[in-house]
């Protein structure tokens, strides 16, 4: 049952408490303003324009901490593609995490924000020949290989011993959208376990003189909510490098660690995490009696979602058999709706009042363009009203497009009461840069 079938249909005041779990650390209503990093929602919107993504700097240092409370003995790599922002990169730097990217592109933001070499892991599918040269030439230290292609052409380009881990699909289904299911077979990732794949190119690797086999990799899926898929994955794991013959140092687990976007969804159980996979770590190496590899985790959602709250103004309301509120962005800014079915909720800020389900709509020339159903918002939600989305960190700024030529919005970054641009909002002139 939705929130909006709880009420009764004359609605009820607005909910003076914000749903537990989905806004960033410390935000609280003053008066009926959102209070987010000690700066009002509408102070922001004010000065930053909307649509506005709004970061709470102290929230992701928070949850990249717990990360490191939880596994000190582990590596913890930021998945730079959940919020890809120089800024962002020195935040994880400074609180001690390593950092993951997928091409040329990230590694020139983790550069640009002084990430060490030393730090970062390269992943991908498909790396073309300019993403594994930029990753050579700026001392990556591991790259992750995903495909025999890739194993010739990086022994090809390599000159050093480039330490390289084997991306391997241990065949668990973590239970999530099939669209970010990523550790069963038949799906582009990784090296079957099951075929044998895996171990071919353990040797493959091996053979290679310009390589140096450091350790392996998985990653099971996104929003991942049960602890025992990974425990599987790590059995699974292990009996690998047990069988290999050789020695592995490094056992990199992926991310995917699940963040609770609704009231009431519970939040991913780091500490039982920690735990359980440790204790199956250290029991299945000693039954392999193979020595315990360094274990890396790579969250990215878990990590930033829930800093992020994006600001949008409504510019028109329509009432019919439905009551369509239509603001200013979209799916230029949020397209998870529309890939993953993804649910959101939605906050008017400013106004309480009597509530009625409604649905909130982009401004983009497609149906499917909607941002939320059957949220409850106040019954007179008008033209000009601010609203307020929680847990839009992750995977948004990353997605956001220029469909319809509409400019992606900033990253506001706010802390102890000052705000500031992290991303500034992409202008007409930027999108008229690329056109000759
Ligand atoms: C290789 C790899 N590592 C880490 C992540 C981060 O996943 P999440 O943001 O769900 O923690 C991803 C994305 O799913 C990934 O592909
Ligand atoms: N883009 C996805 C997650 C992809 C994970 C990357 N491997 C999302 O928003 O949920």
Redesign the pocket.
Known sequence: MTLAELLPSTGCSIEPVLEEGLWPDGTHLAGSDLVIGGVGATRLAARFGTPCQVLDEATVRNRAKAFLRALPEAEVVFAG?SLPCPEVYRWMASEGLSLDVSSAGELALARAAGFPGQRIVMHGNVKTGEDLKAALQHGVSRIVVDSFDEIAQLGALSRHGQEVMIRVTPGVDARTHAA?TTGVEDQKFGFSLASGAALEAILRVVEQPSLRLTGLHCHIG??VRHVASYEETVRRMVGLIASCGVRVEQLDLGGGFCTPYLAGESSFDLFGFAQRVRGTLNYECALHRVPVPKLLIEPGRSIVANAGVTLYRVCAVKRGVRTFVAVDGGMSDNP?PAL?GAKYAVRLVGRGGARKPVTVVGRHCEAGDVLAEDVPLPADVHAGDLLAVPVTGA?HHA?ASNYNQVGRPPVVAVRDGVARQVVRRETEEDLLRRYV
Do not use: D, M, T, W
Request: no cysteine; glycine share 0%; net charge positive.
């Open positions: 593609k970010i996104s929003q998870r993953y995977y997605l």
